[in-house]
């Protein structure tokens, strides 16, 4: 399967819709997506994981870089996921404590107002 990647703005974040699968073979497309925000000035970024079938450890580190590049400009990266096998792997990386994790967009884009 490949990987669908569109971004729309929410307020002042960034929506990143993801499907597919995030894996070694697609998640460059996904790390370029976020470079190139962060390089446009979005430090507010939305991950909308609800479309994403399958994510391995190489998508994991995406989003961590991802993270990284956002928050050395006091930015924030939060990720919109309800799929519990998703979840399950979040929980097991630990990232949970990493990554504000969301069950809607609204919901995280409320979150990253407060937090700003």
């Not at 970024?45 to 991802?66: K, Q």
């Not at 096998?85 to 097991?92: E, M, P, Q, S, Y």
């Amino acid at each position: 399967m490949d990987l669908s990647l569109s971004n729309r703005a929410v307020g002042d974040c960034m929506v990143v819709e993801v499907g597919g699968e995030i894996d070694v073979y697609t998640a460059p497309r996904l790390r370029e997506k976020l470079v190139d925000l962060v390089g446009e000035g979005h430090y507010q970024l939305i991950i909308d994981m609800e479309h994403v079938d399958f994510l391995d450890s190489t998508g994991l580190g995406v989003l961590v870089g991802g993270l990284k590049r956002v928050r050395t400009n006091d930015g924030s990266l939060r990720i919109v996921c309800t799929q519990e096998r998703l979840l399950k792997i979040f929980r097991i990386t630990g990232l949970t404590k990493v990554f504000p994790i969301h069950d809607t967009v609204d919901e995280a884009a409320a979150a990253a107002v407060q937090s700003s």
